[in-house]
């Protein structure tokens, strides 16, 4: 029982001049869908097996243990940038997301699961370390 399941991070109010991606796989990155001052977003697909109680993120996009998985978001050196002082990853845990949202994204080819987060950490730098208080949404 594995499906391929769109997802999409939209990163909120980036830091001006700072490049971010999501790291797919040990060294590649995936670029933005779209990018303005205001937002960038990600669109990709996760694999997700549903033999067990909980889902099992599985794929390029997913990184981490069984128990603990997440998508990176990558800024700075991290993204790619050559010439910067940030060098900096965002972990976005993906535990939170239920067996019943993905099977409510599968029976509705028209959604995706979807979280929102800042990109500015409380230091004034790109986003980085574990996200506190993300959720995750199916949304259209």
């Not at 099992?56 to 981490?64: I, P, R």
């Not at 790619?80 to 239920?98: C, N, P, V, Y």
């Amino acid at each position: 029982m594995k499906y391929d399941i769109p997802f999409r991070v939209r990163v909120t109010k980036p830091l001006e001049g700072v490049l971010m991606r999501v790291q797919s796989g040990k060294n590649d990155l995936l670029s933005p869908v779209a990018e303005s001052k205001a937002e960038i977003v990600f669109e990709f697909y996760i694999t997700v097996d549903l033999s067990a109680d909980a889902p099992n993120f599985l794929g390029k996009f997913s990184h981490g243990p069984k128990s603990a998985r997440f998508v990176y978001v990558n800024s700075g050196r991290q993204a790619g940038q050559g010439h910067t002082m940030w060098d900096r990853r965002a972990k976005l845990s993906l535990m939170s997301i239920t067996k019943e949202q993905i099977e409510d994204v599968f029976s509705n080819g028209s959604t995706r699961i979807e979280t929102i987060i800042d990109g500015v950490g409380r230091d004034g730098g790109p986003v980085c370390a574990g996200v506190k208080g993300l959720t995750w949404s199916v949304s259209k």
